[in-house]
Every structure is written in C-alpha cells, then in structure tokens.
C-alpha cells in the first residue's frame, strides 16, 4: 500500500489545519493507522493513531484536546485534524500503517508550520 499525506501548510498559531492520508493499492479499512511527526533535528514521534473501525483513538499527551483523528473507510483515507496549533507542533507529519506490531508503508509526508 502506498500512502500520502497531505493538507499541510504555513499557519498561525492558534488556527487549524486537516490533514488527509490516502492510500492506494490496497484497501486500509482492516488496519490501525497513525500519525507520526519528525521536527528539524529530532526524532520521528507518534502523534496519534486511529483502530480500523474509528472507534478507538489514542494521542501523544502534546496533542491530546487539540488533535482529533478520524478515518472515512469508504474513501480510503485518514484525517488529523489540528486545532489551537502551537509552534512546538512544527514538523513533517506522516502517516503509517499498523502491520502486526509494526508501522510500514510511510511514504511522503506534509510539512506544517506554525509561525508564533
């Protein structure tokens, strides 16, 4: 499966922005997805994950109350919407896949900015 993220952009702090991630060449409908973050010079972070059904919801504590993660199975595709942004939230996001115990099928990811 082949992801791609999008929906990012340059905002102030405090606005919003929708994140989608799309899949193509298999269906995600079976699988947990998530969201995963990488600012400059730090380490790729776990943001938020969503369980195949959209059910279930999960979030880093940085994100909890501002980031709500969603999924529309029919469209293949997975939300991240962002409120209250901050400048720390600054990063390229990505999403991924659940396969067994492991994330897979990262692909290109968007690049937020929020500017104080």
């Known amino acids: 499966v082949q992801l791609q993220a999008s929906g990012g952009g340059l905002v102030q702090a405090g606005g919003s922005l929708r994140l989608s991630c799309a899949a193509s060449g298999r269906t995600l409908s079976s699988y947990n997805m998530g969201w995963f973050r990488q600012a400059p010079g730090k380490e790729r972070e776990f943001v938020a994950s969503?369980?195949?059904?959209?059910?279930?919801?999960y979030y880093a504590d940085s994100v909890k109350g501002r980031f709500t993660s969603s999924r529309d199975n029919a469209k293949n595709t997975v939300y991240l919407q962002m409120n209250s942004l901050k400048p720390e939230d600054t990063a390229v996001y990505y999403c991924a896949r659940k396969y067994g115990s492991l994330w897979d099928s990262w692909g290109q990811g968007t690049l937020v900015t929020v500017s104080s």
């Open positions: 969503i369980n195949w059904s959209g059910v279930n919801t």
